[in-house]
T-cell receptor, first 118, second 109 residues
Framework: GAVVSQHPSWVICKSGTSVKIECRSLDFQATTMFWYRQFPKQSLMLMAT?????????EQGVEKDKFLINHASLTLSTLTVTSAHPEDSSFYIC??????????????FGNGTRLTVT | LAKTTQPISMDSYEGQEVNITCSHNNIATNDYITWYQQFPSQGPRFIIQGYKTKVTNEVASLFIPADRKSSTLSLPRVSLSDTAVYYC??????????FGKGTKLSVKP
């Protein structure tokens, strides 16, 4: 069935460097993808909506210049954490809606990326 | 987007039926109700979705009363592997669902 693949599953980087996270839709096209962030023992927080061929829409309080989103194709969205700092350490999760005829499209999620900034 | 309220945690034992109720008083006409399961360090997994009355699939049932202001996820005969956080979400076709705090279900032997 339809799957959302996220890579890498974990990454450790030094403060000040940038990290790119990829989110791919397998076997289906996703004109829209969503990026969430989750801190330990907390719920998922929507960061931004990634739109294929156009600019991403960011939620209030999320810095668009720090969290760069690119959705260049119908199957790939990337999130780049620029100039990462320890407070950016978190679990980042992407998702995409799977079209369902006659119903609202449920979201399918990637397995997440654990980012640790040292 | 409609806000949801769920119990923070629930305990159960293996083999029991577990019912988790979610309140969504401000649900809109076009909104569907969707439940997700999340294990630690994994992305949420879709469980079930419904609009009204009852929906059943191979893993759960979803009960929605006529006023749609609440819904109940029913897990039959839970096992230890069902220990997870369960999220109830309400939304339309936009897909940008807002997650509440979820219900942490602990299944004991």
């Amino acid at each position: 069935g339809a799957v959302v693949s996220q890579h890498p599953s974990w990454v450790i980087c030094k403060s000040g460097t940038s990290v790119k996270i990829e989110c791919r839709s397998l076997d289906f096209q996703a004109t829209t993808m969503f990026w969430y962030r989750q801190f330990p023992k907390q719920s998922l927080m929507l960061m931004a909506t990634s739109n294929e061929g156009s600019k991403a829409t960011y939620e209030q309080g999320v810095e668009k210049d720090k969290f760069l989103i690119n959705h260049a194709s119908l199957t790939l969205s990337t999130l780049t954490v620029t100039s990462a700092h320890p407070e950016d350490s978190s679990f980042y999760i992407c998702s995409a809606p799977i079209p369902v005829r006659g119903s609202v499209s449920p979201l399918h999620f990637g397995n997440g990326t654990r980012l640790t900034v040292t | 987007l409609a806000k949801t309220t769920q119990p923070i945690s629930m305990d159960s034992y293996e083999g029991q039926e577990v019912n988790i109720t979610c309140s969504h008083n401000n649900i809109a006409t076009n909104d569907y109700i969707t439940w997700y399961q999340q294990f630690p360090s994994q992305g949420p997994r879709f469980i079930i979705q419904g609009y009204k009355t009852k929906v059943t699939n191979e893993v759960a049932s979803l009960f929605i009363p006529a006023d749609r202001k609440s819904s109940t996820l029913s897990l039959p005969r839970v096992s230890l592997s069902d220990t997870a956080v369960y999220y109830c979400l309400v939304g339309g076709s936009q897909g940008n669902l807002i997650f509440g705090k979820g219900t942490k279900l602990s299944v004991k032997p």
